[in-house]
Nanobody, 114 residues
Framework: QVQLVESGGGLVEPGGSLRLSCAAS????????MGWYRQAPGKAREWVAT???????IYADFVKGRFTMSRDNAKNTVWLQMNSLTPEDTAVFYC????????WGQGTQVTVSS
């Protein structure tokens, strides 16, 4: 059974940085595109970024230039480096495959506030 465990969230001031991690159990990484998603309070979950199995990345316009996604297939882990955070980035962040085919993890809360 696939399990996704996100970590690294927290409270940060506007302009600050965080690095999120997502570790996966099960055979989910091999050959799969992986993505980060987020859900802000009162809003639907939205896609943030994708990394292909070979390491190519694409980003939502609202994070382009600020966030960087990476992966290590040997460690079954993806990361999301987030810089220049704004209060609008406050959300629970999740990782999953792209497209989503399995259960969601618990997510990690990111709060950007002064």
């Amino acid at each position: 059974q696939v399990q996704l465990v996100e970590s690294g969230g927290g409270l940060v001031e506007p302009g600050g940085s965080l690095r999120l991690s997502c570790a996966a159990s099960g055979n989910i990484f091999s050959g799969n595109d992986m993505g980060w998603y987020r859900q802000a309070p009162g809003k639907a979950r939205e896609w943030v970024a994708t990394i292909s199995s070979s390491g190519n990345t694409i980003y939502a316009d609202f994070v382009k230039g600020r966030f960087t996604m990476s992966r290590d297939n040997a460690k079954n882990t993806v990361w999301l480096q987030m810089n220049s955070l704004t209060p609008e980035d406050t959300a629970v962040f999740y990782c999953n495959t792209v497209p989503v085919v399995g259960p969601w993890g618990q997510g990690t809360q990111v709060t950007v506030s002064s």
